[in-house]
């Protein structure tokens, strides 16, 4: 891609991701994730409605009437962001590809967390680690973030969960925030995910397309699969074999929340015809 093009794109995905985590979402942010607890951070002198239990003691002997402490929330939180680069998210039938709701969602959760102090890294994967970016603040590291999400072009096809949690349980030590998105096109990823959720606060966004869950009746078509280069051809006109394909699509649904269910994960899911904002919002709310 060239430079411009590039500037151009991870400038508007700036304007949007930012201003909605300004005006929506860094508050709620906030209340979902909390510190490690509340920090004392100086004495005042005690104001009609402050608790009793609030009171310095000491500090009100020595200078002869009231005093309280203040306390704060110990916050000191770091966001990694799991970022799922796979073949597979290349697919888009109607507003947008997976990929680029990936980006859009991984750019306002890092402007969140740099709004609340927060450190915001991400780790890019296929069925390989294929990128690791450190949790760092400042809008110059989202950028850059920014720039790799939207540029970054993988050098494997396949999707391995597994491998990704297996990595964040290694390079990060310290408890952290992740937010694994993915179409979650994979298995044998469910131990990897409550041993990483034991470690860490993991939330999942499951990002997905229609042409995920059902086939649109548009004749005899060739289809592929995007990681593993396998094709046939499907009669797309066939009832049979669109129910068969919606059925297949909802077990798969529905398997995938009984692992995040199993594992104590909180999830929201994202289509890519549909905004985010409410699914996201309501992620936080479940939380707050």
């Given at each position: 891609m060239e430079t411009s093009e590039l500037l151009k794109k991870v400038r508007a995905i700036e304007i949007k991701t930012?201003?909605?985590?300004?005006?929506i979402f860094s508050g709620e942010y906030h209340t979902a994730f909390k510190g490690r607890g509340m920090a004392f951070s100086e004495n005042r002198e005690y104001q009609h409605g402050d608790e009793i239990r609030d009171i310095d003691w000491n500090v009100t002997a020595r200078m002869g009437h009231p005093f309280v402490k203040v306390f704060e929330e110990e916050r000191e939180l770091t966001a990694v962001i799991l970022a799922d680069v796979s073949a597979s998210e290349s697919i888009g039938s109607r507003k947008q590809l997976k990929r680029q709701l990936v980006t859009e969602l991984a750019a306002v959760m890092a402007f969140s967390a740099i709004q609340n102090?927060?450190?915001?890294?991400?780790?890019l994967f296929?069925?390989?680690?294929?990128?690791?970016i450190p949790p760092k603040k400042g809008k110059t590291h989202i950028l850059r973030i920014i720039r790799e999400l939207i540029n970054f072009e993988a050098q494997?096809?396949?999707t391995s969960l597994k491998t990704a949690l297996e990595y964040l349980n290694t390079a990060i030590k310290k408890r952290t925030i992740v937010f694994l998105i993915s179409d979650f096109q994979d298995e044998g990823?469910?131990?990897a995910l409550k041993i990483a959720n034991r470690k860490h606060d993991v939330v999942a966004f499951r990002v997905f397309d229609?042409?995920?869950?059902?086939?649109?009746?548009?004749g005899l078509v060739r289809m592929e699969d995007k990681e593993s280069g396998e094709s046939a051809w499907v009669n797309t006109s066939s009832q049979k074999v669109r129910m068969e394909y919606a059925k297949n699509?909802?077990?798969?649904?529905?398997?995938?929340?009984e692992t995040f269910r199993k594992a104590g994960i909180d999830f929201a899911s994202f289509n890519t015809a549909e905004e985010y904002v409410k699914?996201?919002?309501?992620l936080f709310k479940r939380r707050g």
């Amino acid at each position: 891609m060239e430079t411009s093009e590039l500037l151009k794109k991870v400038r508007a995905i700036e304007i949007k991701t930012r201003g909605l985590s300004n005006q929506i979402f860094s508050g709620e942010y906030h209340t979902a994730f909390k510190g490690r607890g509340m920090a004392f951070s100086e004495n005042r002198e005690y104001q009609h409605g402050d608790e009793i239990r609030d009171i310095d003691w000491n500090v009100t002997a020595r200078m002869g009437h009231p005093f309280v402490k203040v306390f704060e929330e110990e916050r000191e939180l770091t966001a990694v962001i799991l970022a799922d680069v796979s073949a597979s998210e290349s697919i888009g039938s109607r507003k947008q590809l997976k990929r680029q709701l990936v980006t859009e969602l991984a750019a306002v959760m890092a402007f969140s967390a740099i709004q609340n102090n927060d450190k915001a890294g991400v780790i890019l994967f296929s069925d390989q680690v294929e990128k690791f970016i450190p949790p760092k603040k400042g809008k110059t590291h989202i950028l850059r973030i920014i720039r790799e999400l939207i540029n970054f072009e993988a050098q494997h096809k396949g999707t391995s969960l597994k491998t990704a949690l297996e990595y964040l349980n290694t390079a990060i030590k310290k408890r952290t925030i992740v937010f694994l998105i993915s179409d979650f096109q994979d298995e044998g990823f469910e131990d990897a995910l409550k041993i990483a959720n034991r470690k860490h606060d993991v939330v999942a966004f499951r990002v997905f397309d229609q042409f995920d869950v059902e086939l649109p009746d548009i004749g005899l078509v060739r289809m592929e699969d995007k990681e593993s280069g396998e094709s046939a051809w499907v009669n797309t006109s066939s009832q049979k074999v669109r129910m068969e394909y919606a059925k297949n699509g909802k077990m798969k649904e529905l398997k995938l929340k009984e692992t995040f269910r199993k594992a104590g994960i909180d999830f929201a899911s994202f289509n890519t015809a549909e905004e985010y904002v409410k699914p996201l919002m309501s992620l936080f709310k479940r939380r707050g």
